[in-house]
């Protein structure tokens, strides 16, 4: 006979905890896709994404002059970032400091594009 299998029930996890573990175990993983980096001085895993961000500097050329600084696009837990940056703010990211010129708050992780800050 089957059992019905029960909803809610404290024995299972919902799709947010799911994502929550997938994210630590699966995209922020060390031996996988991220590394060690310091961001304001407290070191957390990242994960930076060079395509994603030359596909994004492709449709930004069509409306600017072409002239970029240095930018990155990294990816970060939330849990170990903590509160979304504001745009503008400035980050240490090792020992460089960038300005965050996106910020997205995406099911438990961050994705920010950082700008060379000179200032």
Not at 29 to 39: A, G, L, V
Not at 71 to 95: C, M, N, T
Request: net charge negative; charged share 35%; aromatic share 10%.
């Amino acid at each position: 006979m089957k059992q019905k299998q029960q909803y809610g029930s404290d024995d299972m996890n919902t799709f947010k905890d799911i994502i929550k573990q997938d994210i630590k175990n699966t995209f922020i993983n060390d031996d996988e896709f991220s590394d060690k980096h310091y961001i304001d001085g407290k070191e957390m895993s990242v994960i930076t994404d060079g395509i994603e961000l030359l596909e994004r500097e492709k449709k930004l050329k069509d409306k600017t002059d072409g002239v970029f600084l240095k930018q990155k696009l990294i990816y970060v837990a939330a849990e170990d970032f903590g509160p979304l940056p504001r745009i503008g703010r400035i980050i240490k990211l090792d020992k460089s400091d960038y300005r965050v010129i996106d910020a997205i708050a995406e099911n438990g992780m961050y994705s920010l594009t950082l700008e060379a800050y000179k200032g």
